[in-house]
């Protein structure tokens, strides 16, 4: 079944998931104060919308007489509604989470055999995402798609608009069908933990399956680490600052989904610059919705390129080794011609130079220096 029409997700989608800081520990409080403060702290301002209520929020081994989820009396006792209806009062989405198959990843409820009924239930409370996972489920591609498909079309006949994201993890190849199950983004990674391998884990995937993600349907690479700094529901030693930065651009350049998972109840000024850089923003919600190519690897240090709406384009100068690096940048790496044009680095926010045939940038270990380079059209391709 093809339920393509007018993209729900025209640019990737953004918010705040609760899995990776708090797992099972969630409660109504928390969903409440989160919305909070996305809105206090301005991420709702820079585009941060969805919040999603993952795993652990239902009663964990029954449904009801009539076959419906319950919420745990004791983590949501005022109900799913009401907190549905708190989060719209702040002006923002809220998102549920379910499983592909009888139970979910943490041995909770899941949907399969009851979409059509769970669908119906969530659009009554005034649901707006749904986060649907795959623990339990069949390993072949064609269970997956099945079942995929069943809940989107579950999905389409409640006459709700719900944003449908697809936790498949990339084995069974969602870019090639997600769009076609009702999907608007799909994972294309196993989890990413708060550790500098699962971000170059990432940025690989991302070089090889830059084509089948644009405006409607996006390649999502896993919710944001940043912030974590080793705590939290997920393992991993924590990344550094550098490596938080690269994680940031990187997503951003892929037009991968950014999903918070750190507690912004807590920003602390780093996180918060790394999460409200609207200028490093832009390059994810840019309206041509192309993710970047890999142009260049020599060795440990890599040049991306991201053509962007206005002509522009975003470079990435990424260095994964463990020494800091000289990267040249030369205007035939990313299709420009050898005229006068401006570098701006958008995590300084300042115009740093201007250059007709190469430009050198010192790049430190693990660091990403994320330009956009204007003032000559891009060569046709």
């Not at 301005?42 to 209520?53: A, H, M, Q, R």
């Amino acid at each position: 079944m093809d339920y393509s029409s007018k993209p729900l997700a025209a640019t990737p989608p953004m918010g705040w998931n609760s899995w990776n800081m708090f797992g099972s520990n969630i409660d109504e409080a928390l969903i409440r104060e989160t919305a909070d403060a996305i809105v206090s702290s301005g991420l709702k301002d820079c585009g941060y919308e969805y919040i999603v209520i993952d795993d652990c929020w239902s009663q964990k081994d029954r449904r009801d007489a009539h076959g419906d989820l319950m919420p745990d009396p004791t983590k949501f006792p005022s109900g799913m509604k009401a907190l549905a209806d708190y989060v719209h009062s702040r002006g923002l989405k809220i998102g549920i989470y379910s499983d592909a198959a009888e139970l979910t990843c943490a041995g909770y409820i899941g949907s399969y055999g009851f979409e059509e009924r769970d669908a119906q239930l969530w659009a009554s409370w005034g649901m707006d995402f749904l986060k649907y996972d795959y623990c339990y489920a069949p390993s072949d591609r064609e269970s997956a798609i099945e079942r995929y498909d069943r809940m989107g079309a579950a999905l389409q006949k409640t006459g709700r608009e719900f944003l449908y994201s697809l936790c498949e993890w990339g084995g069974r190849s969602p870019h090639l069908w997600g769009r076609k199950v009702g999907g608007q983004m799909w994972r294309v990674s196993r989890d990413v933990l708060d550790r500098w391998e699962d971000i170059e884990m990432g940025m690989d995937i991302a070089a090889d399956l830059h084509d089948y993600s644009g405006p409607g349907g996006w390649n999502d690479l896993d919710m944001l680490v940043v912030g974590l700094n080793g705590s939290g529901q997920i393992a991993g030693e924590g990344l550094s600052f550098a490596e938080y930065q690269t994680h940031i651009s990187m997503w951003c350049m892929a037009c991968s989904p950014l999903m918070i998972g750190c507690d912004v109840r807590k920003l602390d000024r780093e996180t918060a610059a790394l999460l409200m850089n609207r200028e490093v923003i832009a390059v994810n919600q840019d309206v041509l919705g192309r993710p970047a190519q890999r142009s260049i690897q020599s060795g440990q240090c890599e040049i991306w390129k991201k053509l962007l709406g206005d002509g522009t384009v975003a470079v990435a100068l990424v260095n994964r080794g463990l020494s800091d690096c000289d990267i040249i940048l030369k205007s035939s790496d990313i299709g420009l011609p050898d005229k006068p044009k401006l570098a701006r680095n958008l995590w300084l926010q300042q115009d740093i130079a201007d250059f007709t045939i190469e430009l050198t940038q010192h790049v430190r270990s693990h660091e990403t220096i994320l330009l956009k380079v204007e003032g000559a059209n891009p060569l046709p391709s």
